[in-house]
């Protein structure tokens, strides 16, 4: 599995000026653009990734430090850290490659939801065994929002692995639909996932304050495996099989997202790529209130698709089925149905 976390290396900020904002976007702007609310008191959010990044919980602190939201530490019960068992040790071998990814997807819970916890679980390894054991493992220890920002190709095994690890009734289970433009990603493509690609997103004049187009490296695509589920029968994706995406959020390094990282990093740098979506929509999903306990939560937006705002241009490649690399009016392959316009689309009936 590879992570799928986009940092911008054209951008040297390794020291603020006193009162400086960051450059990328913050939580204010993720709160405004998709017009979202307080909330998610009381709900853990999982984030599960590969390796350790010994560095999560103070670059955490400094991040929502310099936003101005509430601590999440250890110590007050807000943030927590385990091994791929569910233990505080030993804790896997570290890498700055994914500790980049992780400071990404715990800084865009933070933005998105400031009041949920945060479980961070490190697989020993990015195979789809250690992680899938990963996500197992957030939900035995209470987390009904779950965000995967990894993925890979298909192998036919897709079946197997979703009965495993990916199956979690009342869970909503979130996962990029990758990097490289047009072309299909497993987990994303998976039964029970949420599958979440990427917008360019960009403050304007308009009523809403936003623009929105799908980013060129959103992937997105068909499934060869895994069936089509009944809610897409509402929408016409071009495919057979599974579809991806179901819902997205910004990831476009060029309209990217402040983070601050340390091991392997400098300080503060700008991030993109599906690895922040996939967190920001999981976090969506807290601040909407916990699904049924028998519900597939990648339904809902299906079935509330007024509940977003439809990204109508741009496009992530060439395809045969022009809606699955070309935004348009209602379901896309980049954006699916479209980004929040608060939390109505991410909420049971």
Known sequence: MTCFALKR??????????????????????????KLGDGG?????AIVDANDDPNAESDL????????????????????????NGKASPLPTADSGWAGEISLDVDMVSATC?????LLVEADSATIENL??????????????????????EDGSEASYDSQYYSHPGVAVTASTGDSGYGAS????????TAVGGTSLTADGSSRGWSESAWSGAGSGCSSSVAKPSFQSSVDTGCDKRGEADVSAVADPNTGVAVYQTYGGSGWAVYGGTSASSPII??????????GASDSPNSYPYAHA????????????????????????????????????????????
């Open 306 to 349: 007024d509940g977003l705002f439809d990204v109508t241009t741009g496009s992530n490649g060439s395809c045969d089925a022009s809606q699955q690399c070309n935004a348009g009016t209602g379901w896309d392959g980049p954006t699916g149905l479209g980004t929040p316009n608060g939390t109505a689309a991410f909420a049971g009936a």
């Open 186 to 193: 497993y987990p994303a493509t998976g039964a029970g996932v």
């Open 61 to 84: 602190a400094a991040y929502r430090s310099q936003f101005g939201l509430p601590e999440c530490s250890t110590a007050n019960g807000c943030f927590s850290k385990v091994n791929q």
């Open 282 to 291: 999981a976090s969506v999903y807290a601040l909407a209130g916990a699904p």
């Open 114 to 118: 400031p009041a949920c916890k945060i």
């Open 9 to 34: 290396t054209d951008i040297k900020e390794a020291a603020l000026a006193p009162n400086a904002a960051p450059s990328g976007l913050g939580p204010s702007d993720i709160k405004s653009a998709y």
């Open 41 to 45: 008191s009381g709900q853990t959010v």
């Open 132 to 153: 899938g054991q990963s996500v197992n493992t957030a939900v035995s220890l209470g987390a009904k929002y779950v965000s995967n920002s990894y993925g890979g190709g």
